[in-house]
C-alpha cells in the first residue's frame, strides 16, 4: 500500500522545520504519492521549509503570512496555475504572544487575545474559503491541529486554549458547510510533541513528564503518529468521518485523574 494518495493534490500551512508536526503530515502524505505544495512564515523560515522540500518530488513553496489576505490569495491563485485543482489541505498553524503563555489566564491582552485568534482560528476558515474553488467536485478532505488546552484547563496554554476552543467550532460549523460540496473537515487533537511552537509554552517539559506518567499508554507520542492520522484523515479511509476531533494522545483524554 504505497500509491492511496497517487495524482492527488495537497497544501501544508505551518512547516518551521523538520520537527514541525505539518512535516510529519508531509511526510505521510508524500509516502502515498500526493504532491505537496508548503507555505512558510516569512523570510526567517524560507530556507528551512525549501531545504525540506527539495526531499518531496515536484513540490511548491510559497510564502504565507496567514494575517496577510492577500498573500492567502496568491497561493491559490499559483496553484491553481500548477496543480490545477486541490485535494487536501493541513493546517498546522498557531502563534500566541510568548507572554501570554504564562501565569493568569485573565491577564490576556486584547492585542494577545486577537492575535492568537487571528492566527491560530480564523486562518482555517479564510484558507479554506479561498481554497474552495479548487476543491470543488474532488471529495477533498481538510485537517487541522488542536490540543486538549481547547476543552480542559492546562495551565499557562491560557489565551491558546480559547484559540483552539474557536478551532474546534470551526471545524464543526466548516463541516456542516462543506459536506454537501463531499469535503470533509477534521482536527487532530496531539499530544504534547518538543516543537519550536511549543517550547513556548511554559512548563512544557512538566507536562510532557505527567503524560508519560498518567495517559493509558504510559508514553508521550510522535510527530509520526500525527503525520500517520493525518495520512488516514485525507486518505478514501476516512471517507465517512467529518466534523471530529480525532485525539492522538496516548489516550490521555479519557482520564478523569
Ligand atoms: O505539543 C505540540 N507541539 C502540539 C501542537 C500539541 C497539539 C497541537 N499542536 C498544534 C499547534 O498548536 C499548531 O496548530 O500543531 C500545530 C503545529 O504546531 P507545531 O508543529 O508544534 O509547531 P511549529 O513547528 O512551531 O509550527 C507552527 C508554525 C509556526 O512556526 P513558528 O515556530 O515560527 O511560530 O505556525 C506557523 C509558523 O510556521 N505560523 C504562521 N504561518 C502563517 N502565518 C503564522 C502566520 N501568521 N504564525 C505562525
Redesign the pocket.
Same mark, same amino acid.
Given at each position: 500500500m504505497n500509491n492511496l494518495l497517487a495524482g492527488k493534490t495537497g497544501i501544508i500551512?505551518?512547516?518551521?522545520?523538520k520537527?514541525?508536526?505539518?512535516w510529519s503530515c508531509a511526510q505521510s502524505l508524500a509516502s502515498q504519492g500526493m504532491r505537496l505544495a508548503f507555505?512558510?512564515?516569512g523570510e526567517? *523560515?524560507e530556507r528551512s521549509v525549501r531545504e525540506l522540500a527539495t526531499e518531496m518530488p515536484n513540490s511548491l513553496c510559497l510564502p504565507?503570512?496567514?494575517?496577510k489576505p492577500e498573500q492567502v490569495e496568491e497561493v491559490f491563485r499559483v496553484l491553481k496555475a500548477e496543480f490545477g485543482g486541490l485535494d487536501a489541505i493541513v493546517h498546522?498553524?498557531?502563534?500566541a504572544k510568548r507572554e501570554e503563555l504564562q501565569g493568569d489566564f485573565f491577564h490576556t491582552s486584547r492585542e494577545g487575545y486577537i492575535i492568537a485568534h487571528e $492566527?491560530?482560528a480564523y486562518?482555517l476558515t479564510q484558507i479554506v474559503r479561498t481554497a474552495l474553488p479548487l476543491m470543488e467536485g474532488r471529495d477533498g478532505s481538510i485537517v487541522?491541529?488542536?490540543?486538549i488546552g481547547g476543552e480542559r484547563v492546562v495551565p499557562n496554554y491560557n489565551v491558546?486554549g480559547i484559540a483552539?476552543a474557536a478551532l474546534e467550532a470551526s471545524v464543526r460549523y466548516l463541516a456542516h458547510d462543506l459536506g454537501p460540496r463531499g469535503i470533509r473537515v477534521n482536527a487532530i487533537?496531539?499530544?504534547? $510533541?518538543?516543537? *519550536?511552537?511549543?517550547s513556548g509554552v511554559s512548563g512544557f517539559t512538566d507536562i510532557l513528564d505527567h503524560i508519560a506518567q498518567k495517559a493509558p499508554l504510559r508514553r508521550n507520542i510522535t510527530?509520526e503518529e500525527v503525520g500517520d492520522t493525518c495520512l488516514f484523515l485525507v486518505s478514501p479511509h476516512s471517507r465517512g468521518i467529518t466534523g471530529s476531533v480525532l485525539y492522538v494522545d496516548a489516550g490521555y483524554h479519557v482520564m478523569g485523574v
Open positions: 500551512f505551518g512547516v518551521a522545520n520537527r514541525s508536526i505539518a507555505t512558510y512564515m526567517r *523560515l504565507c503570512d496567514v494575517t498546522a498553524v498557531a502563534f $492566527i491560530s486562518s487541522t491541529l488542536t490540543y491558546m483552539k487533537s496531539a499530544g504534547p $510533541i518538543r516543537t *519550536l511552537s511549543a510527530a
